[in-house]
Nanobody, 119 residues
């Protein structure tokens, strides 16, 4: 299963951005979808998660400013971020857990998309 993330770019503080991540391949079911980020010199951070049943969770650092959503029919997860701050600058990567059409479990990562918040 391959993941393709997009939507990163340069945005001014206070601005908004929507990231997308599309999963492709022999997918039978996607269970959980996640967004992580890693800023230069820092550890990778789990930003937001979406469970198949509808539960969503957020890191405290983005809570109230971000929304994770998914389109199961398109095997796509989105992360909308508002009121962006310079400390949101990072490479954002998606991570998806699920099962293939052959019944195997997969744990796939996208290549990452860079978000730069700067005036």
């Amino acid at each position: 299963v391959q993941l393709q993330a997009s939507g990163g770019g340069v945005v001014q503080p206070g601005g908004s951005l929507r990231l997308s991540c599309v999963a492709s391949g022999s997918i039978f079911r996607i269970n959980s979808m996640h967004w992580y980020r890693q800023a230069p010199g820092k550890e990778r951070e789990l930003v937001a998660s979406s469970q198949r049943g509808g539960t969503t969770t957020y890191a405290d650092s983005v809570k109230g400013r971000s929304t994770i959503s998914r389109d199961n029919a398109k095997n796509t997860v989105y992360l909308e971020m508002n009121n962006l701050k310079p400390e949101d600058t990072a490479v954002y990567s998606c991570n998806v857990f699920g099962s293939t059409s052959r019944g195997k479990l997969f744990d796939s990562w996208g290549q990452g998309t860079l978000v730069t918040v700067s005036s």
